[in-house]
């Protein structure tokens, strides 16, 4: 057997990293818009709070189905049923799914333009969750698509990476749509006891402390890498 190429085994950690992070990110953006809506809670009216809290949990609960639903897909087949069986599960789990992210959506909506003088301003956040949450929803028949063709051409191991990235891919989508809608009904609400900063603002400034975190992780583990290498062809 070939030895791999010089560094590829930092080349495929580094995906592995991405991947995660990109699973992390699906996992935490319901979440992080759960406790926006916490913070700025005092200048919402309460309608757009108790709605844009069903809706967030709903959110998270769409993660939690789909995160599970697949891994348990062999139930599906426990009564003989075999791949039909799978099918049927996965159909199963894909319409709850649908189903939860459909209100949950509508119920943000509806929190994000409820109480507003000006519902205009918020129009740009929720039309820009249309953008994510599109590609959550395609994400799952794309990728169906080509774990069928790679299952047809032997290539399992490669179809079981493509449905893995898939999923990543999905939830991100799906909670960062999510992240928007929260956006979209906290910001702009102005009380005496609202946080000084804007919620937009406050999600922007912590992506970016986040991605400038990530970054100086990658660099680190770039040089030990490199020196870890160095070391290993030293007689």
């Known amino acids: 057997m070939e030895s791999p190429p010089s560094g590829a085994g930092a080349t495929a950690r580094g995906k592995e990293v991405m991947v995660r992070i990109i699973e992390i990110l699906g996992v935490v953006s319901p979440l992080a818009a759960l406790v926006l809506l916490v913070?700025?809670?005092?200048?919402?009216?309460?309608?757009?709070?108790?709605?844009?809290?069903?809706?967030?949990?709903?959110?998270?609960?769409?993660?939690?189905?789909?995160?599970v639903g697949k891994r348990f897909v062999w139930f599906g087949s426990t009564d003989g049923g075999g791949v039909e069986g799978m099918l049927d599960w996965l159909g199963t789990?894909?319409?709850?799914?649908?189903?939860?992210?459909?209100?949950?959506?509508?119920?943000?909506?509806?929190?994000?333009?409820?109480?507003?003088?000006?519902?205009a301003r918020v129009l740009p956040w929720v039309l820009g969750a249309v953008v994510p949450l599109l590609i959550g929803l395609v994400t799952p028949l794309v990728v169906g698509e080509v774990e069928h063709e790679l299952l047809a051409r032997g290539i399992d191991w490669l179809a079981v990476m493509a449905t893995l990235l898939g999923e990543?891919?999905?939830?991100?989508?799906?909670?960062?749509?999510?992240?928007?809608?929260?956006?979209?009904?906290t910001t702009g609400r102005r009380s005496a006891s609202a946080p000084e900063?804007?919620?937009?603002?406050?999600?922007?400034?912590?992506?970016?402390?986040?991605?400038?975190?990530?970054?100086?992780?990658?660099?680190?583990?770039?040089?030990?890498?490199?020196?870890?290498q160095g070391r290993s062809i030293l007689p």
């Open 93 to 119: 789990v894909a319409a709850l799914r649908l189903g939860l992210l459909i209100v949950a959506v509508l119920l943000l909506v509806i929190a994000a333009f409820h109480g507003r003088s000006e519902p």
């Open 197 to 228: 900063r804007d919620s937009a603002v406050l999600v922007r400034d912590t992506a970016q402390r986040a991605w400038a975190a990530y970054q100086r992780y990658s660099r680190d583990r770039r040089r030990k890498y490199g020196q870890s």
């Open 39 to 67: 913070v700025y809670r005092r200048p919402i009216p309460t309608l757009s709070l108790v709605l844009g809290v069903i809706g967030c949990v709903l959110a998270a609960l769409n993660v939690l189905v789909g995160f």
């Open 168 to 185: 990543a891919v999905q939830f991100a989508a799906l909670g960062l749509g999510v992240l928007a809608l929260a956006i979209a009904v």
